[in-house]
């Protein structure tokens, strides 16, 4: 294994950033807002690392390349290839990128038109001219595998799809869960994997929120193996994570320590303990829900009151986190008609209280900020990284 091509979410510089934080490594090759390239040979990931990868759709190894000419023969022989002797009748599914979907069904016709020539049985679970989901896949795990076809320039490369989110898990978590409030704000579980992600944390370090609310971040980062530590000023936030916790653990029988406790981040004593995480990744307050329809000079007081709150705690906390803590922290930023507002003095301003800016990505594509909104929204998120000096 040493290509491996990411399938990148609805964000592909958000996606390309998490790829890289979570598997330093591993070596960009090409990219396009659909799918990157990664050369693995430095090191060999666990498959199941793909699985916290909050921002790509699928992951595929490489193996093997084809000419248009070459590209029937060369998929029909990678399926039999990837498939053991003993099954009986090959079951598979295939998804292109680079390459109209509509080229599927013609391609999938002559596959099997060659394995009948061959006096291999196979079945193709494709339904029209489309790509395989991920529920596609989960189901085609029990009986066979899944195949990727990118096109880059003239040449197809073909790989086995060896992980997709799993977007049932996501519903669960984020709609089974016991509490769940409107009002604070709804991070998406995909958002709160990629934001750890973007910390570079490994399993078994430590981890704080500061604003915890309903315990998102807490709950992903429970699942990878972190011990994570949250705090919020409001105690009926509180209860509910503490509710949501519970309820991870026993659902998805999780025992990685979580531990939570009442704090207004921006002043006051907390426990020293805090102060020792490897890592703080938040997203705080928001600010009040908005329409799309809201005007500049509605925007322009609430940024004014963010930008204390953020500057009061960011100024409080960064003497007492140690050297080299990292903080991802996902900031609102606002749109009215054509403009942006983001919370850009402060984030000026907190760069002269011992913290620096560590951007994203580099070359071409070099970001300080990552966004995360969607087209409908009026607040979106502006995601940071800063590092304590």
Not at 88 to 116: A, C, F, T
Not at 299 to 306: E, S, W
Not at 345 to 362: H, M, R, S, T, Y
Request: aromatic share 10%; hydrophobic share 40%.
């Amino acid at each position: 294994m040493s290509k491996i091509v990411f399938i990148l979410g609805r964000d592909p510089l958000l996606s390309l950033a998490e790829i890289q934080a979570l598997f330093p490594e591993a070596t960009p090759e090409y990219s396009t807002d659909a799918f990157a390239f990664f050369d693995f040979t430095k090191s060999q990931p666990d498959f199941n690392d793909f699985k916290r990868l909050g921002g790509t759709i699928k992951t595929a190894v490489i193996k093997m390349t084809a000419t248009s000419h070459e590209l029937s023969d060369a998929l029909a022989e990678l399926i039999v290839r990837q498939n053991p002797d003993s099954v009986s009748k090959i079951v598979y599914g295939v998804s292109v990128y680079g390459w109209p979907e509509e080229h599927l069904h013609s391609l999938l016709m002559r596959v099997k038109e060659r394995h009948q020539k061959k006096g291999i049985k196979s079945r193709f679970i494709n339904k029209g001219n489309v790509n395989l989901t991920a529920a596609h896949y989960l189901h085609l795990l029990k009986e066979g595998r899944e195949f990727a076809v990118i096109r880059v320039g003239g040449i197809f490369h073909l790989g086995e799809v060896v992980g997709v989110q799993d977007i049932e898990h996501y519903s669960q978590r984020d709609y089974g869960k016991p509490f769940r409030d409107m009002r604070m704000g709804m991070l998406p579980p995909k958002l709160a994997q990629i934001l750890l992600n973007l910390s570079g944390v490994h399993s078994g370090q430590t981890v704080w929120d500061p604003f915890c609310g309903g315990g998102t971040i807490l709950m992903e980062g429970a699942l990878m193996g972190l011990n994570m530590i949250g705090s919020d000023i409001n105690p009926t936030y509180l209860a509910g994570a503490q509710k949501n916790i519970d309820w991870l653990k026993h659902t998805f029988s999780v025992n990685t320590p979580v531990e939570l406790f009442e704090q207004d981040a921006t002043r006051g004593d907390a426990p020293r303990r805090v102060f020792t995480a490897d890592t703080v990744v938040f997203e705080g307050d928001l600010g009040p829900p908005l329409s799309p329809s809201v005007r500049p000079d509605q925007i322009q007081g609430i940024v004014g009151r963010l930008q204390d709150l953020y500057f009061d705690f960011f100024s409080q906390r960064a003497a007492q986190l140690k050297k080299g803590t990292v903080i991802v922290s996902a900031l609102p930023f606002f749109r009215a008609g054509h403009r942006e507002f983001f919370l850009t003095e402060v984030v000026k301003a907190i760069q002269n209280e011992g913290l620096q800016l560590d951007p994203f990505l580099a070359g071409e594509r070099f970001r300080d900020v990552l966004l995360y909104r969607r087209p409908d929204q009026a607040v979106g998120r502006g995601i940071y990284r800063f590092k304590v000096l």
